[in-house]
């Protein structure tokens, strides 16, 4: 298995610019979430999945989408990047279900915006 | 939403004990867990407690849960360089998500 791969690993964009961070997991998992990472404030939930089809909003949403149309994949698309997108974006995936869920997370993306 | 909050830093010496430690707002966690991040990498699942236990042991890994004080720590035993990352705390919320912790750099110098 490859577990979760993300791409692109790094991305310069310029402010206004749009692209999708892709994520992908060859695990079955029904849950996927996006994360970014910035110095001193840990990781920040931005949207998530339950299911193919289904998404909802985390803590950070504004400026990002989503969309789950395979169990496999989780692209996270930024519709006019700002500096304020300038982070570390983590994918992760696991099981369904509220008992024991160990995440499993992909290598990242460092994305910047100018 | 659930609060998660640990100090951002922690420095020992290589030998010694590091204890890392968390404090939560919910009490109605199944399972509460610690996340290790090395330089450059993604997270990786590194112990976690089921609530209805005091403590849990894992090699030099010791996790300590105090749920009337909500209250989790890690205590690593003989601190090596390679053990230097940044420790998450993760405590599930209501929903599906965990929350992390600002995480906690752990500096071990020889």
């Known amino acids: 298995n490859a577990g979760v791969t993300q791409t692109p690993k790094f991305q310069v964009l310029k402010t206004g610019q749009s692209m999708t961070l892709q994520c992908a997991q060859d695990?079955?998992?029904?849950?996927m979430s996006w994360y970014r990472q910035d110095p001193g404030m840990g990781l920040r939930l931005i949207h998530y999945?339950?299911?193919?089809?289904?998404?909802d909003q985390g803590e950070v949403p504004n400026g990002y989408n989503v969309s789950r149309s395979t169990t496999e994949d989780f692209p996270l698309r930024l519709l006019s990047a700002a500096p304020s997108q300038t982070s570390v974006y983590f994918c992760?995936?696991?099981?369904?279900?509220?008992?024991?869920?160990?995440?499993?997370f992909g290598p990242g993306t460092r994305l910047t915006v100018l | 939403g659930e609060d998660v909050e640990q100090s951002l830093f922690l420095s020992v010496r290589e030998g010694d004990s590091s204890v890392i430690n968390c404090t939560y707002t919910?009490?109605?966690?199944?399972?509460l867990y610690w996340y290790k991040q090395e330089p450059g990498a993604g997270l990786q699942l590194l112990t976690y407690?089921?609530?209805?236990?005091d403590m849990k042991q894992d090699q030099r890994l010791t996790v300590l849960l105090n749920k009337k004080d909500k209250h989790l720590s890690l205590r690593i035993a003989d601190t090596q360089t390679g053990d230097s990352a940044i420790y998450f705390c993760?405590?599930?919320?209501?929903?599906?998500?965990?929350?992390f912790g600002k995480g906690t750099s752990l500096l071990v110098t020889p």
């Open positions: 992760a995936s696991r099981e369904g279900g509220r008992a024991y869920h160990e995440q499993f």
């Open positions: 695990m079955n998992h029904e849950y």
């Open positions: 999945s339950v299911g193919a089809g289904i998404t």
């Open positions: 919910d009490s109605s966690s199944t399972y």
């Open positions: 407690i089921f609530s209805n236990m």
């Open positions: 993760a405590v599930p919320d209501s929903g599906y998500a965990l929350n």
